[in-house]
């Protein structure tokens, strides 16, 4: 069971490699977003940091947001969606070795890059300790939420839309809660519950998001 | 072994098949037959679990493959329309992520011998998008031989095989049956069996029939 979910994550992991323009989009258009905001606004520091932490968590979001249709889109068109269907093994660990390889794939490159665009953004030393925080344990909720998501849409054209519309409403919590800890690190207040709230919301969004999104992908299979 | 009783499928409110029963034991070869539309596909995609049925179930060793999900699927192996190929992965990685999803350890030798015998002997490091549309059906052949499952449902397994590649899918099923196990298929090519084989033929229902001309 455990091999099944490290061989598949080492697939898709590979199939990214292989690809590397596609990796890098999600990278690219966070590093863009954030880097045209104080071009379009006002580029003085007060400004910059008054702003930063919605603007960088907002992009990172839809980062992953434009991400996620590759989630599982590859295997339903060549049919490998079927075969994991039909695997012997659990679907929630396959789920969750994709799942897994989707954040390695974006989510882990944004936390990666995010204090050079906290530098961008003037932000503190400390809010951007807690904007790493933020990031790496809101990110990988966004790819799990993101999974349900997929699956129900994966077998409708264009369903990127339906997707957003779907998803959205679930992010918005993390969103607001993310930035929300980096704007109370510059103040220099205690950020433990709003960390402690997205750690909560992960393990949540760990154990129910991949049943979810298991049984979403059988319907979606039953066309 | 595998057990149907009164399945009944509809597709976008068009009854296609109603009241089917049949079963299907060890060493038996049966073919779906059917014209366009008539619900192959559909049907095999409910014997392997993939697709609700409208009624009726279907049985894996007297158990409903729905709760013995685990049991059934380690001995069933489907290959369907689409051919699971990754463009950017071997051909040797594409088997192998194939074999991986079912957790199978299949020593390096005898991944080389399947891929010899279909056809693919010195393609092993060339990748998925190189190959012609009949390459990749046979990476497909050469995961159904080391899958080492006892029943295989294939849908349409000659479409873009050429004549060796027909006649090496019929004596496949030949050596499979010979060993013990179980095939379903669907073809519309014509393939030459030289064993034993029932068919249940799928017939058009007309819309409001509630029986139709299923006969087995």
Known sequence: MLKAYYYLLMRDLRLAFRNRHELANPLIFFVLVVTLFPLAVTPTTEALRAMAPGVIWVSALLAVLLSLDRLFKEDFDDGSLDQLMLSPNPLVILVLAKVTAHWFLTGLPLVIIAPLLGMFMALPDEAGAVLIYSLLLGTPVLSLIGAIGVSLTVAVNRGGVLLSLIVLPLYIPILIFGANAVDVAMDGLPVRGQLLFLAAVLVLALSLAPLATAVALRITASR | ?216
């Open chain 2, 1 to 216: 072994m595998l057990e149907i009783q009164s399945l009944e499928c509809v597709r976008d409110d068009r009854l296609l098949f109603s009241e089917l029963s049949f079963s299907l034991g060890e060493a038996e070869v049966l073919q779906i037959e059917g014209p366009n539309g008539s619900g192959k596909t559909s049907l095999l995609r409910i014997l392997c679990g993939l697709r609700l049925p409208e009624a009726g179930r279907v049985l894996w060793q007297g158990e409903s493959i729905r709760s013995n999900r685990e049991d059934f699927y380690a001995s069933m192996v489907y290959i369907g329309h689409l051919p699971c190929i990754k463009a950017d992965l071997t051909v040797l990685e594409n088997v192998r992520a194939l074999l991986d999803t079912r957790s199978l350890t299949v020593t390096g030798e005898a991944t080389e011998a399947a891929l010899a015998k279909v056809g693919l002997a010195s393609y092993e490091d060339v990748p998925g998008k190189a190959l012609s549309s009949g390459q990749r059906r046979r990476i497909l052949l050469a995961f159904v031989e080391l899958a080492g499952a006892r029943l295989w449902v294939l849908d349409e397994p000659l479409t873009a095989l050429d004549v060796q590649g027909v006649a090496l899918m019929e004596s496949m099923i030949l050596e499979h049956r010979a060993a013990g196990g179980s095939v379903v298929f669907t073809t519309h090519h014509g393939m030459q069996l030289d064993c034993e084989m029932r068919s249940v033929r799928l017939g058009r229902i007309a819309r409001s029939a509630g029986q139709g001309e299923n006969q087995c």
